[in-house]
């Protein structure tokens, strides 16, 4: 670093424009010499963009719920960054910083990654690892630089060469039995995000003691420069070909329960969009090969990072799906289904019994798909009597009690976890230990039905699992949330529903009528950069020091802190500590608050629910009456919540 350079950010350090933190980040970073790093910083504080390198450089990049997630481009972009780019293209260079998702954290999170690997390795050979991106900006030449860390230190790379979705990526990783995973993406967040996703053996994410240790090794490592190890000690470089498509394919069409039903609606039309990432390579082609009528939208085929004809990628938000709700309208389809970028998360448009299209939660698609599975199991015996103890929801304790009402009326168990897929993951991995080795020379060789028998008789059959931001899975041959998969289980709940003679609106009203209103909903409140990361903090943690007392005229019933207190989930596995705070009032309703392990957020989940004991069976001439006072009283909820969260924020 020049002189005058350095003599700037002592000023600011000592006027208080700049972070102490970001002080002493600024100089390891530029203690590497590179001169977009210098010529960067040095431009930001001649133009005393101070704001900008303190959000640049408060922190480092920690793993939290998804891995590494940051910006790949910044608020202001410098004259180095863009190189030779034009004004509205992406920047030649991703965002300098320590807290932004570019060469500097993927290099240092590879080698503290690649170190651990093969520090705990212990079979023949290498250690390997899986490697897939999206459609985001700098995807591909993130995946180069992961790769030439990775194999430059001692690790075999199986790197697919086109984009490919993150439960793509969890299957390769068991079908492939590599060590580890990596997939780079920033799921449905804004084009200027990217992110880092790491995966164990088993295909999913990975979870402690596993993450401390690989955190200790990323921490420990001193700026991006390595000395390469001699060329015959390092990896390979392998590319899956078509082979590794179809065997995920193969996996993925035996989510379909009852294939003569689809046969029998042939006539239902599938409007999906990819948003412009993964889920296009997969998705389509399944529907299709399963017998069903799907057409794309032809504007949002493309794989763009920059996400060019919605707002956000998030198949979530209507908008993100007009497109589709356009096209399914003019062409008569019944239902609209997108997949976000990294094709993980699915959210739907269907019509109702009025033939308006309609825009379902993700509380409310799980819930659909939790009470088919259950049903067609039931029906097919597969669960039964003899074997109903060991069949097993797993959801997240933000995830609709819904769920929860429909797994006890068809005798099942439930178990909840804590936000994060790689949560459900544990379970799944646990169930698969538990079953005796002599009994199969390869689980993941075997046929789902050959691992359901075993599962059945010997540890738990994971019917479905999910969380409601739009997060589902519906078997455990990979190990994250899987939309493709999602495509296929739901495009068969609305066949059911056809062949009922109503669409899947009504059958969720049928469960309303049997289980009573559940309605579920959001508040997340922005806070962004170094500010915004201290005012998140600080608000979660008032909800533990002055726990409220009452909230829209409820009494407070219960209040767990799992932050702070022990918990155990149904099966008596301890819940890992995390800050999440989760408030049940005494007329049923509740609330719960967490800072977003992957956002600069701090978000609201807000239900309502039937009172513990009130529930009665309505009939459908009740239930409009009943649902307009839920709506009513969670709106109501919603309201109190967030003037208390303002007052708190003061």
Known sequence: MNSELSGQLDAALADGNLLQSSHDNITELLSSENPIYEASVAELAERQEWAELNNRFFKRLAFGTGGLRGRSIGEIVTAAERGSANDGERPEFPCVGTSGLNYYNITRATLGLVRQLVKAHTGEGRPSLALARDTRYFGKEFADCVTKVATENGCDVYVFAKPRSTPH????????GTTSGIVLTA???????????????????IVEPEASQIIAEVNAVEGETYEPLPADQQGTVTEPGEDMDEAYMARLETLLLDPELVKSQSDLKIVFTNIHGTGGTIAPQMLRRLGFHCDTVAEQDSEDGAFPTVKSPNPENAEALQMGIDQAEASGADIVIGTDPDADRMGVVV???????TLITGNQIGSLMAYYRLLAFQEQDVINENNRDHAVLVKTFVTTELQT???????VGVVNTLTGFKYIGAKLRKYEKQIPTELYSDYRQLSDEETRKLRLEHSKFFVFGGEESYGYLG????????????????AEVAAYAKSRGITPV???DQLYCEHGVFIEGQHAETLTGADGAAQIQALAQSYVESPPTEMDGASILRIRDFANEDYVDEEGDAIPKEKMVFVD???????AVRPSGTEPKIKYYIYYRPQPGHNEILIPEQLESAKAIAQDSFESLKAAIVEDMRKRLG
């Open 475 to 490: 078997a455990d041959f990979l190990r994250d949330k899987d939309a493709n998969g999602a495509v296929v289980m739901f």
């Open 585 to 591: 009032l005494d007329d049923g309703r509740a609330f």
């Open 405 to 411: 009402a429909i797994a006890s009326h068809f005798g």
């Open 169 to 176: 990526l969890s299957f390769a990783v068991r079908h492939l």
């Open 187 to 205: 799921s449905h967040n804004p084009p200027h995000d990217n992110g880092y996703k790491v995966y164990g053996s088993d295909g999913a994410q």
């Open 506 to 508: 009504e059958l969720l």
């Open 351 to 357: 019509r109702d019994g009025n033939g308006k299209m």
